[in-house]
């Protein structure tokens, strides 16, 4: 062995193998270069989805990111909407969707519907849109009367052209004696204003347009009549008592939302009732 090898303390065999074992490592380190560092490139596409998941609120996994859950307090909203049931998860689904972009459109379709062949009035929709937009209370009462004026003539279209058709299978459908349907038809033929009274009161007002227009009342005093008593219920009674006591009135309803719904069925069920001595 030479000089230089004896200081380093080394043979020829152990500086071949250190020189062997240098290599595969500049080799390994070439060849993961040439791959792009593929474990830094997770470790950086794993600490960008760690920062989208803080900025969205998603809980991701600890070792591979994965998408577990979006965390969403809890507000006491949701919270009373599943103490409360199906009624309670209702209101706050309307509650929260009243001022969605659809919310306007829903309710024009509810409006319309009823005043021709749907059973259920507006107001349960109407309400708890101007409760949780009071500003727009009255926009929203008129916007609801316009559509109710609209459906109204395709009640009166009913009663007065297909009658024997699609008039009879909604008045079968709704349960509702023909004899209260001729008596109300005689009404009109006689006293066309009372389609004002009427439409004030808990008698369904798909029943008061296809008798009007079963009577053969004129068709411009249907509609003057018509657009009187909606603009009265919705827009002067309701809008005006939301109004005044809505913050008050949101309160006492969702204190008290089941009975409020009972009641509001019962008042349904009596204007049923209600013809039996009314329309006579």
Known sequence: MSREENELG?????AQRCAKILGYYM????????MGFPELIF???LGRRQCY????GLRLGPLLGRRRERVEPMTEEKTAARRGGPVRALYAWMIRHAQ???AWWALAGFAFAEASFFPIPPDVMLLPMMLADRKRAFQLAGWCALWSVIGGMLGYTIGALFWDTAGLWIIHMLHVPLAQVEALRLKYTEHA???VVQGLTPIPYKLVTISAGLAN???AAFMAYSAVARTLRFVVLEG???HWFGEQARVILEKYLEAALIGFLVLVVLGFVLMNYIIK
């Open 217 to 219: 009342v004129p068709f």
């Open 100 to 102: 969605g972009k659809h």
């Open 240 to 242: 005006l008592l939301v």
């Open 53 to 56: 998941g803080k900025a969205h």
């Open 193 to 195: 204003y009372l389609i």
């Open 10 to 14: 080394l043979s020829v065999l152990d």
């Open 27 to 34: 080799g390994f380190v070439s060849l993961r270069a040439a």
């Open 43 to 45: 470790a950086g596409r």
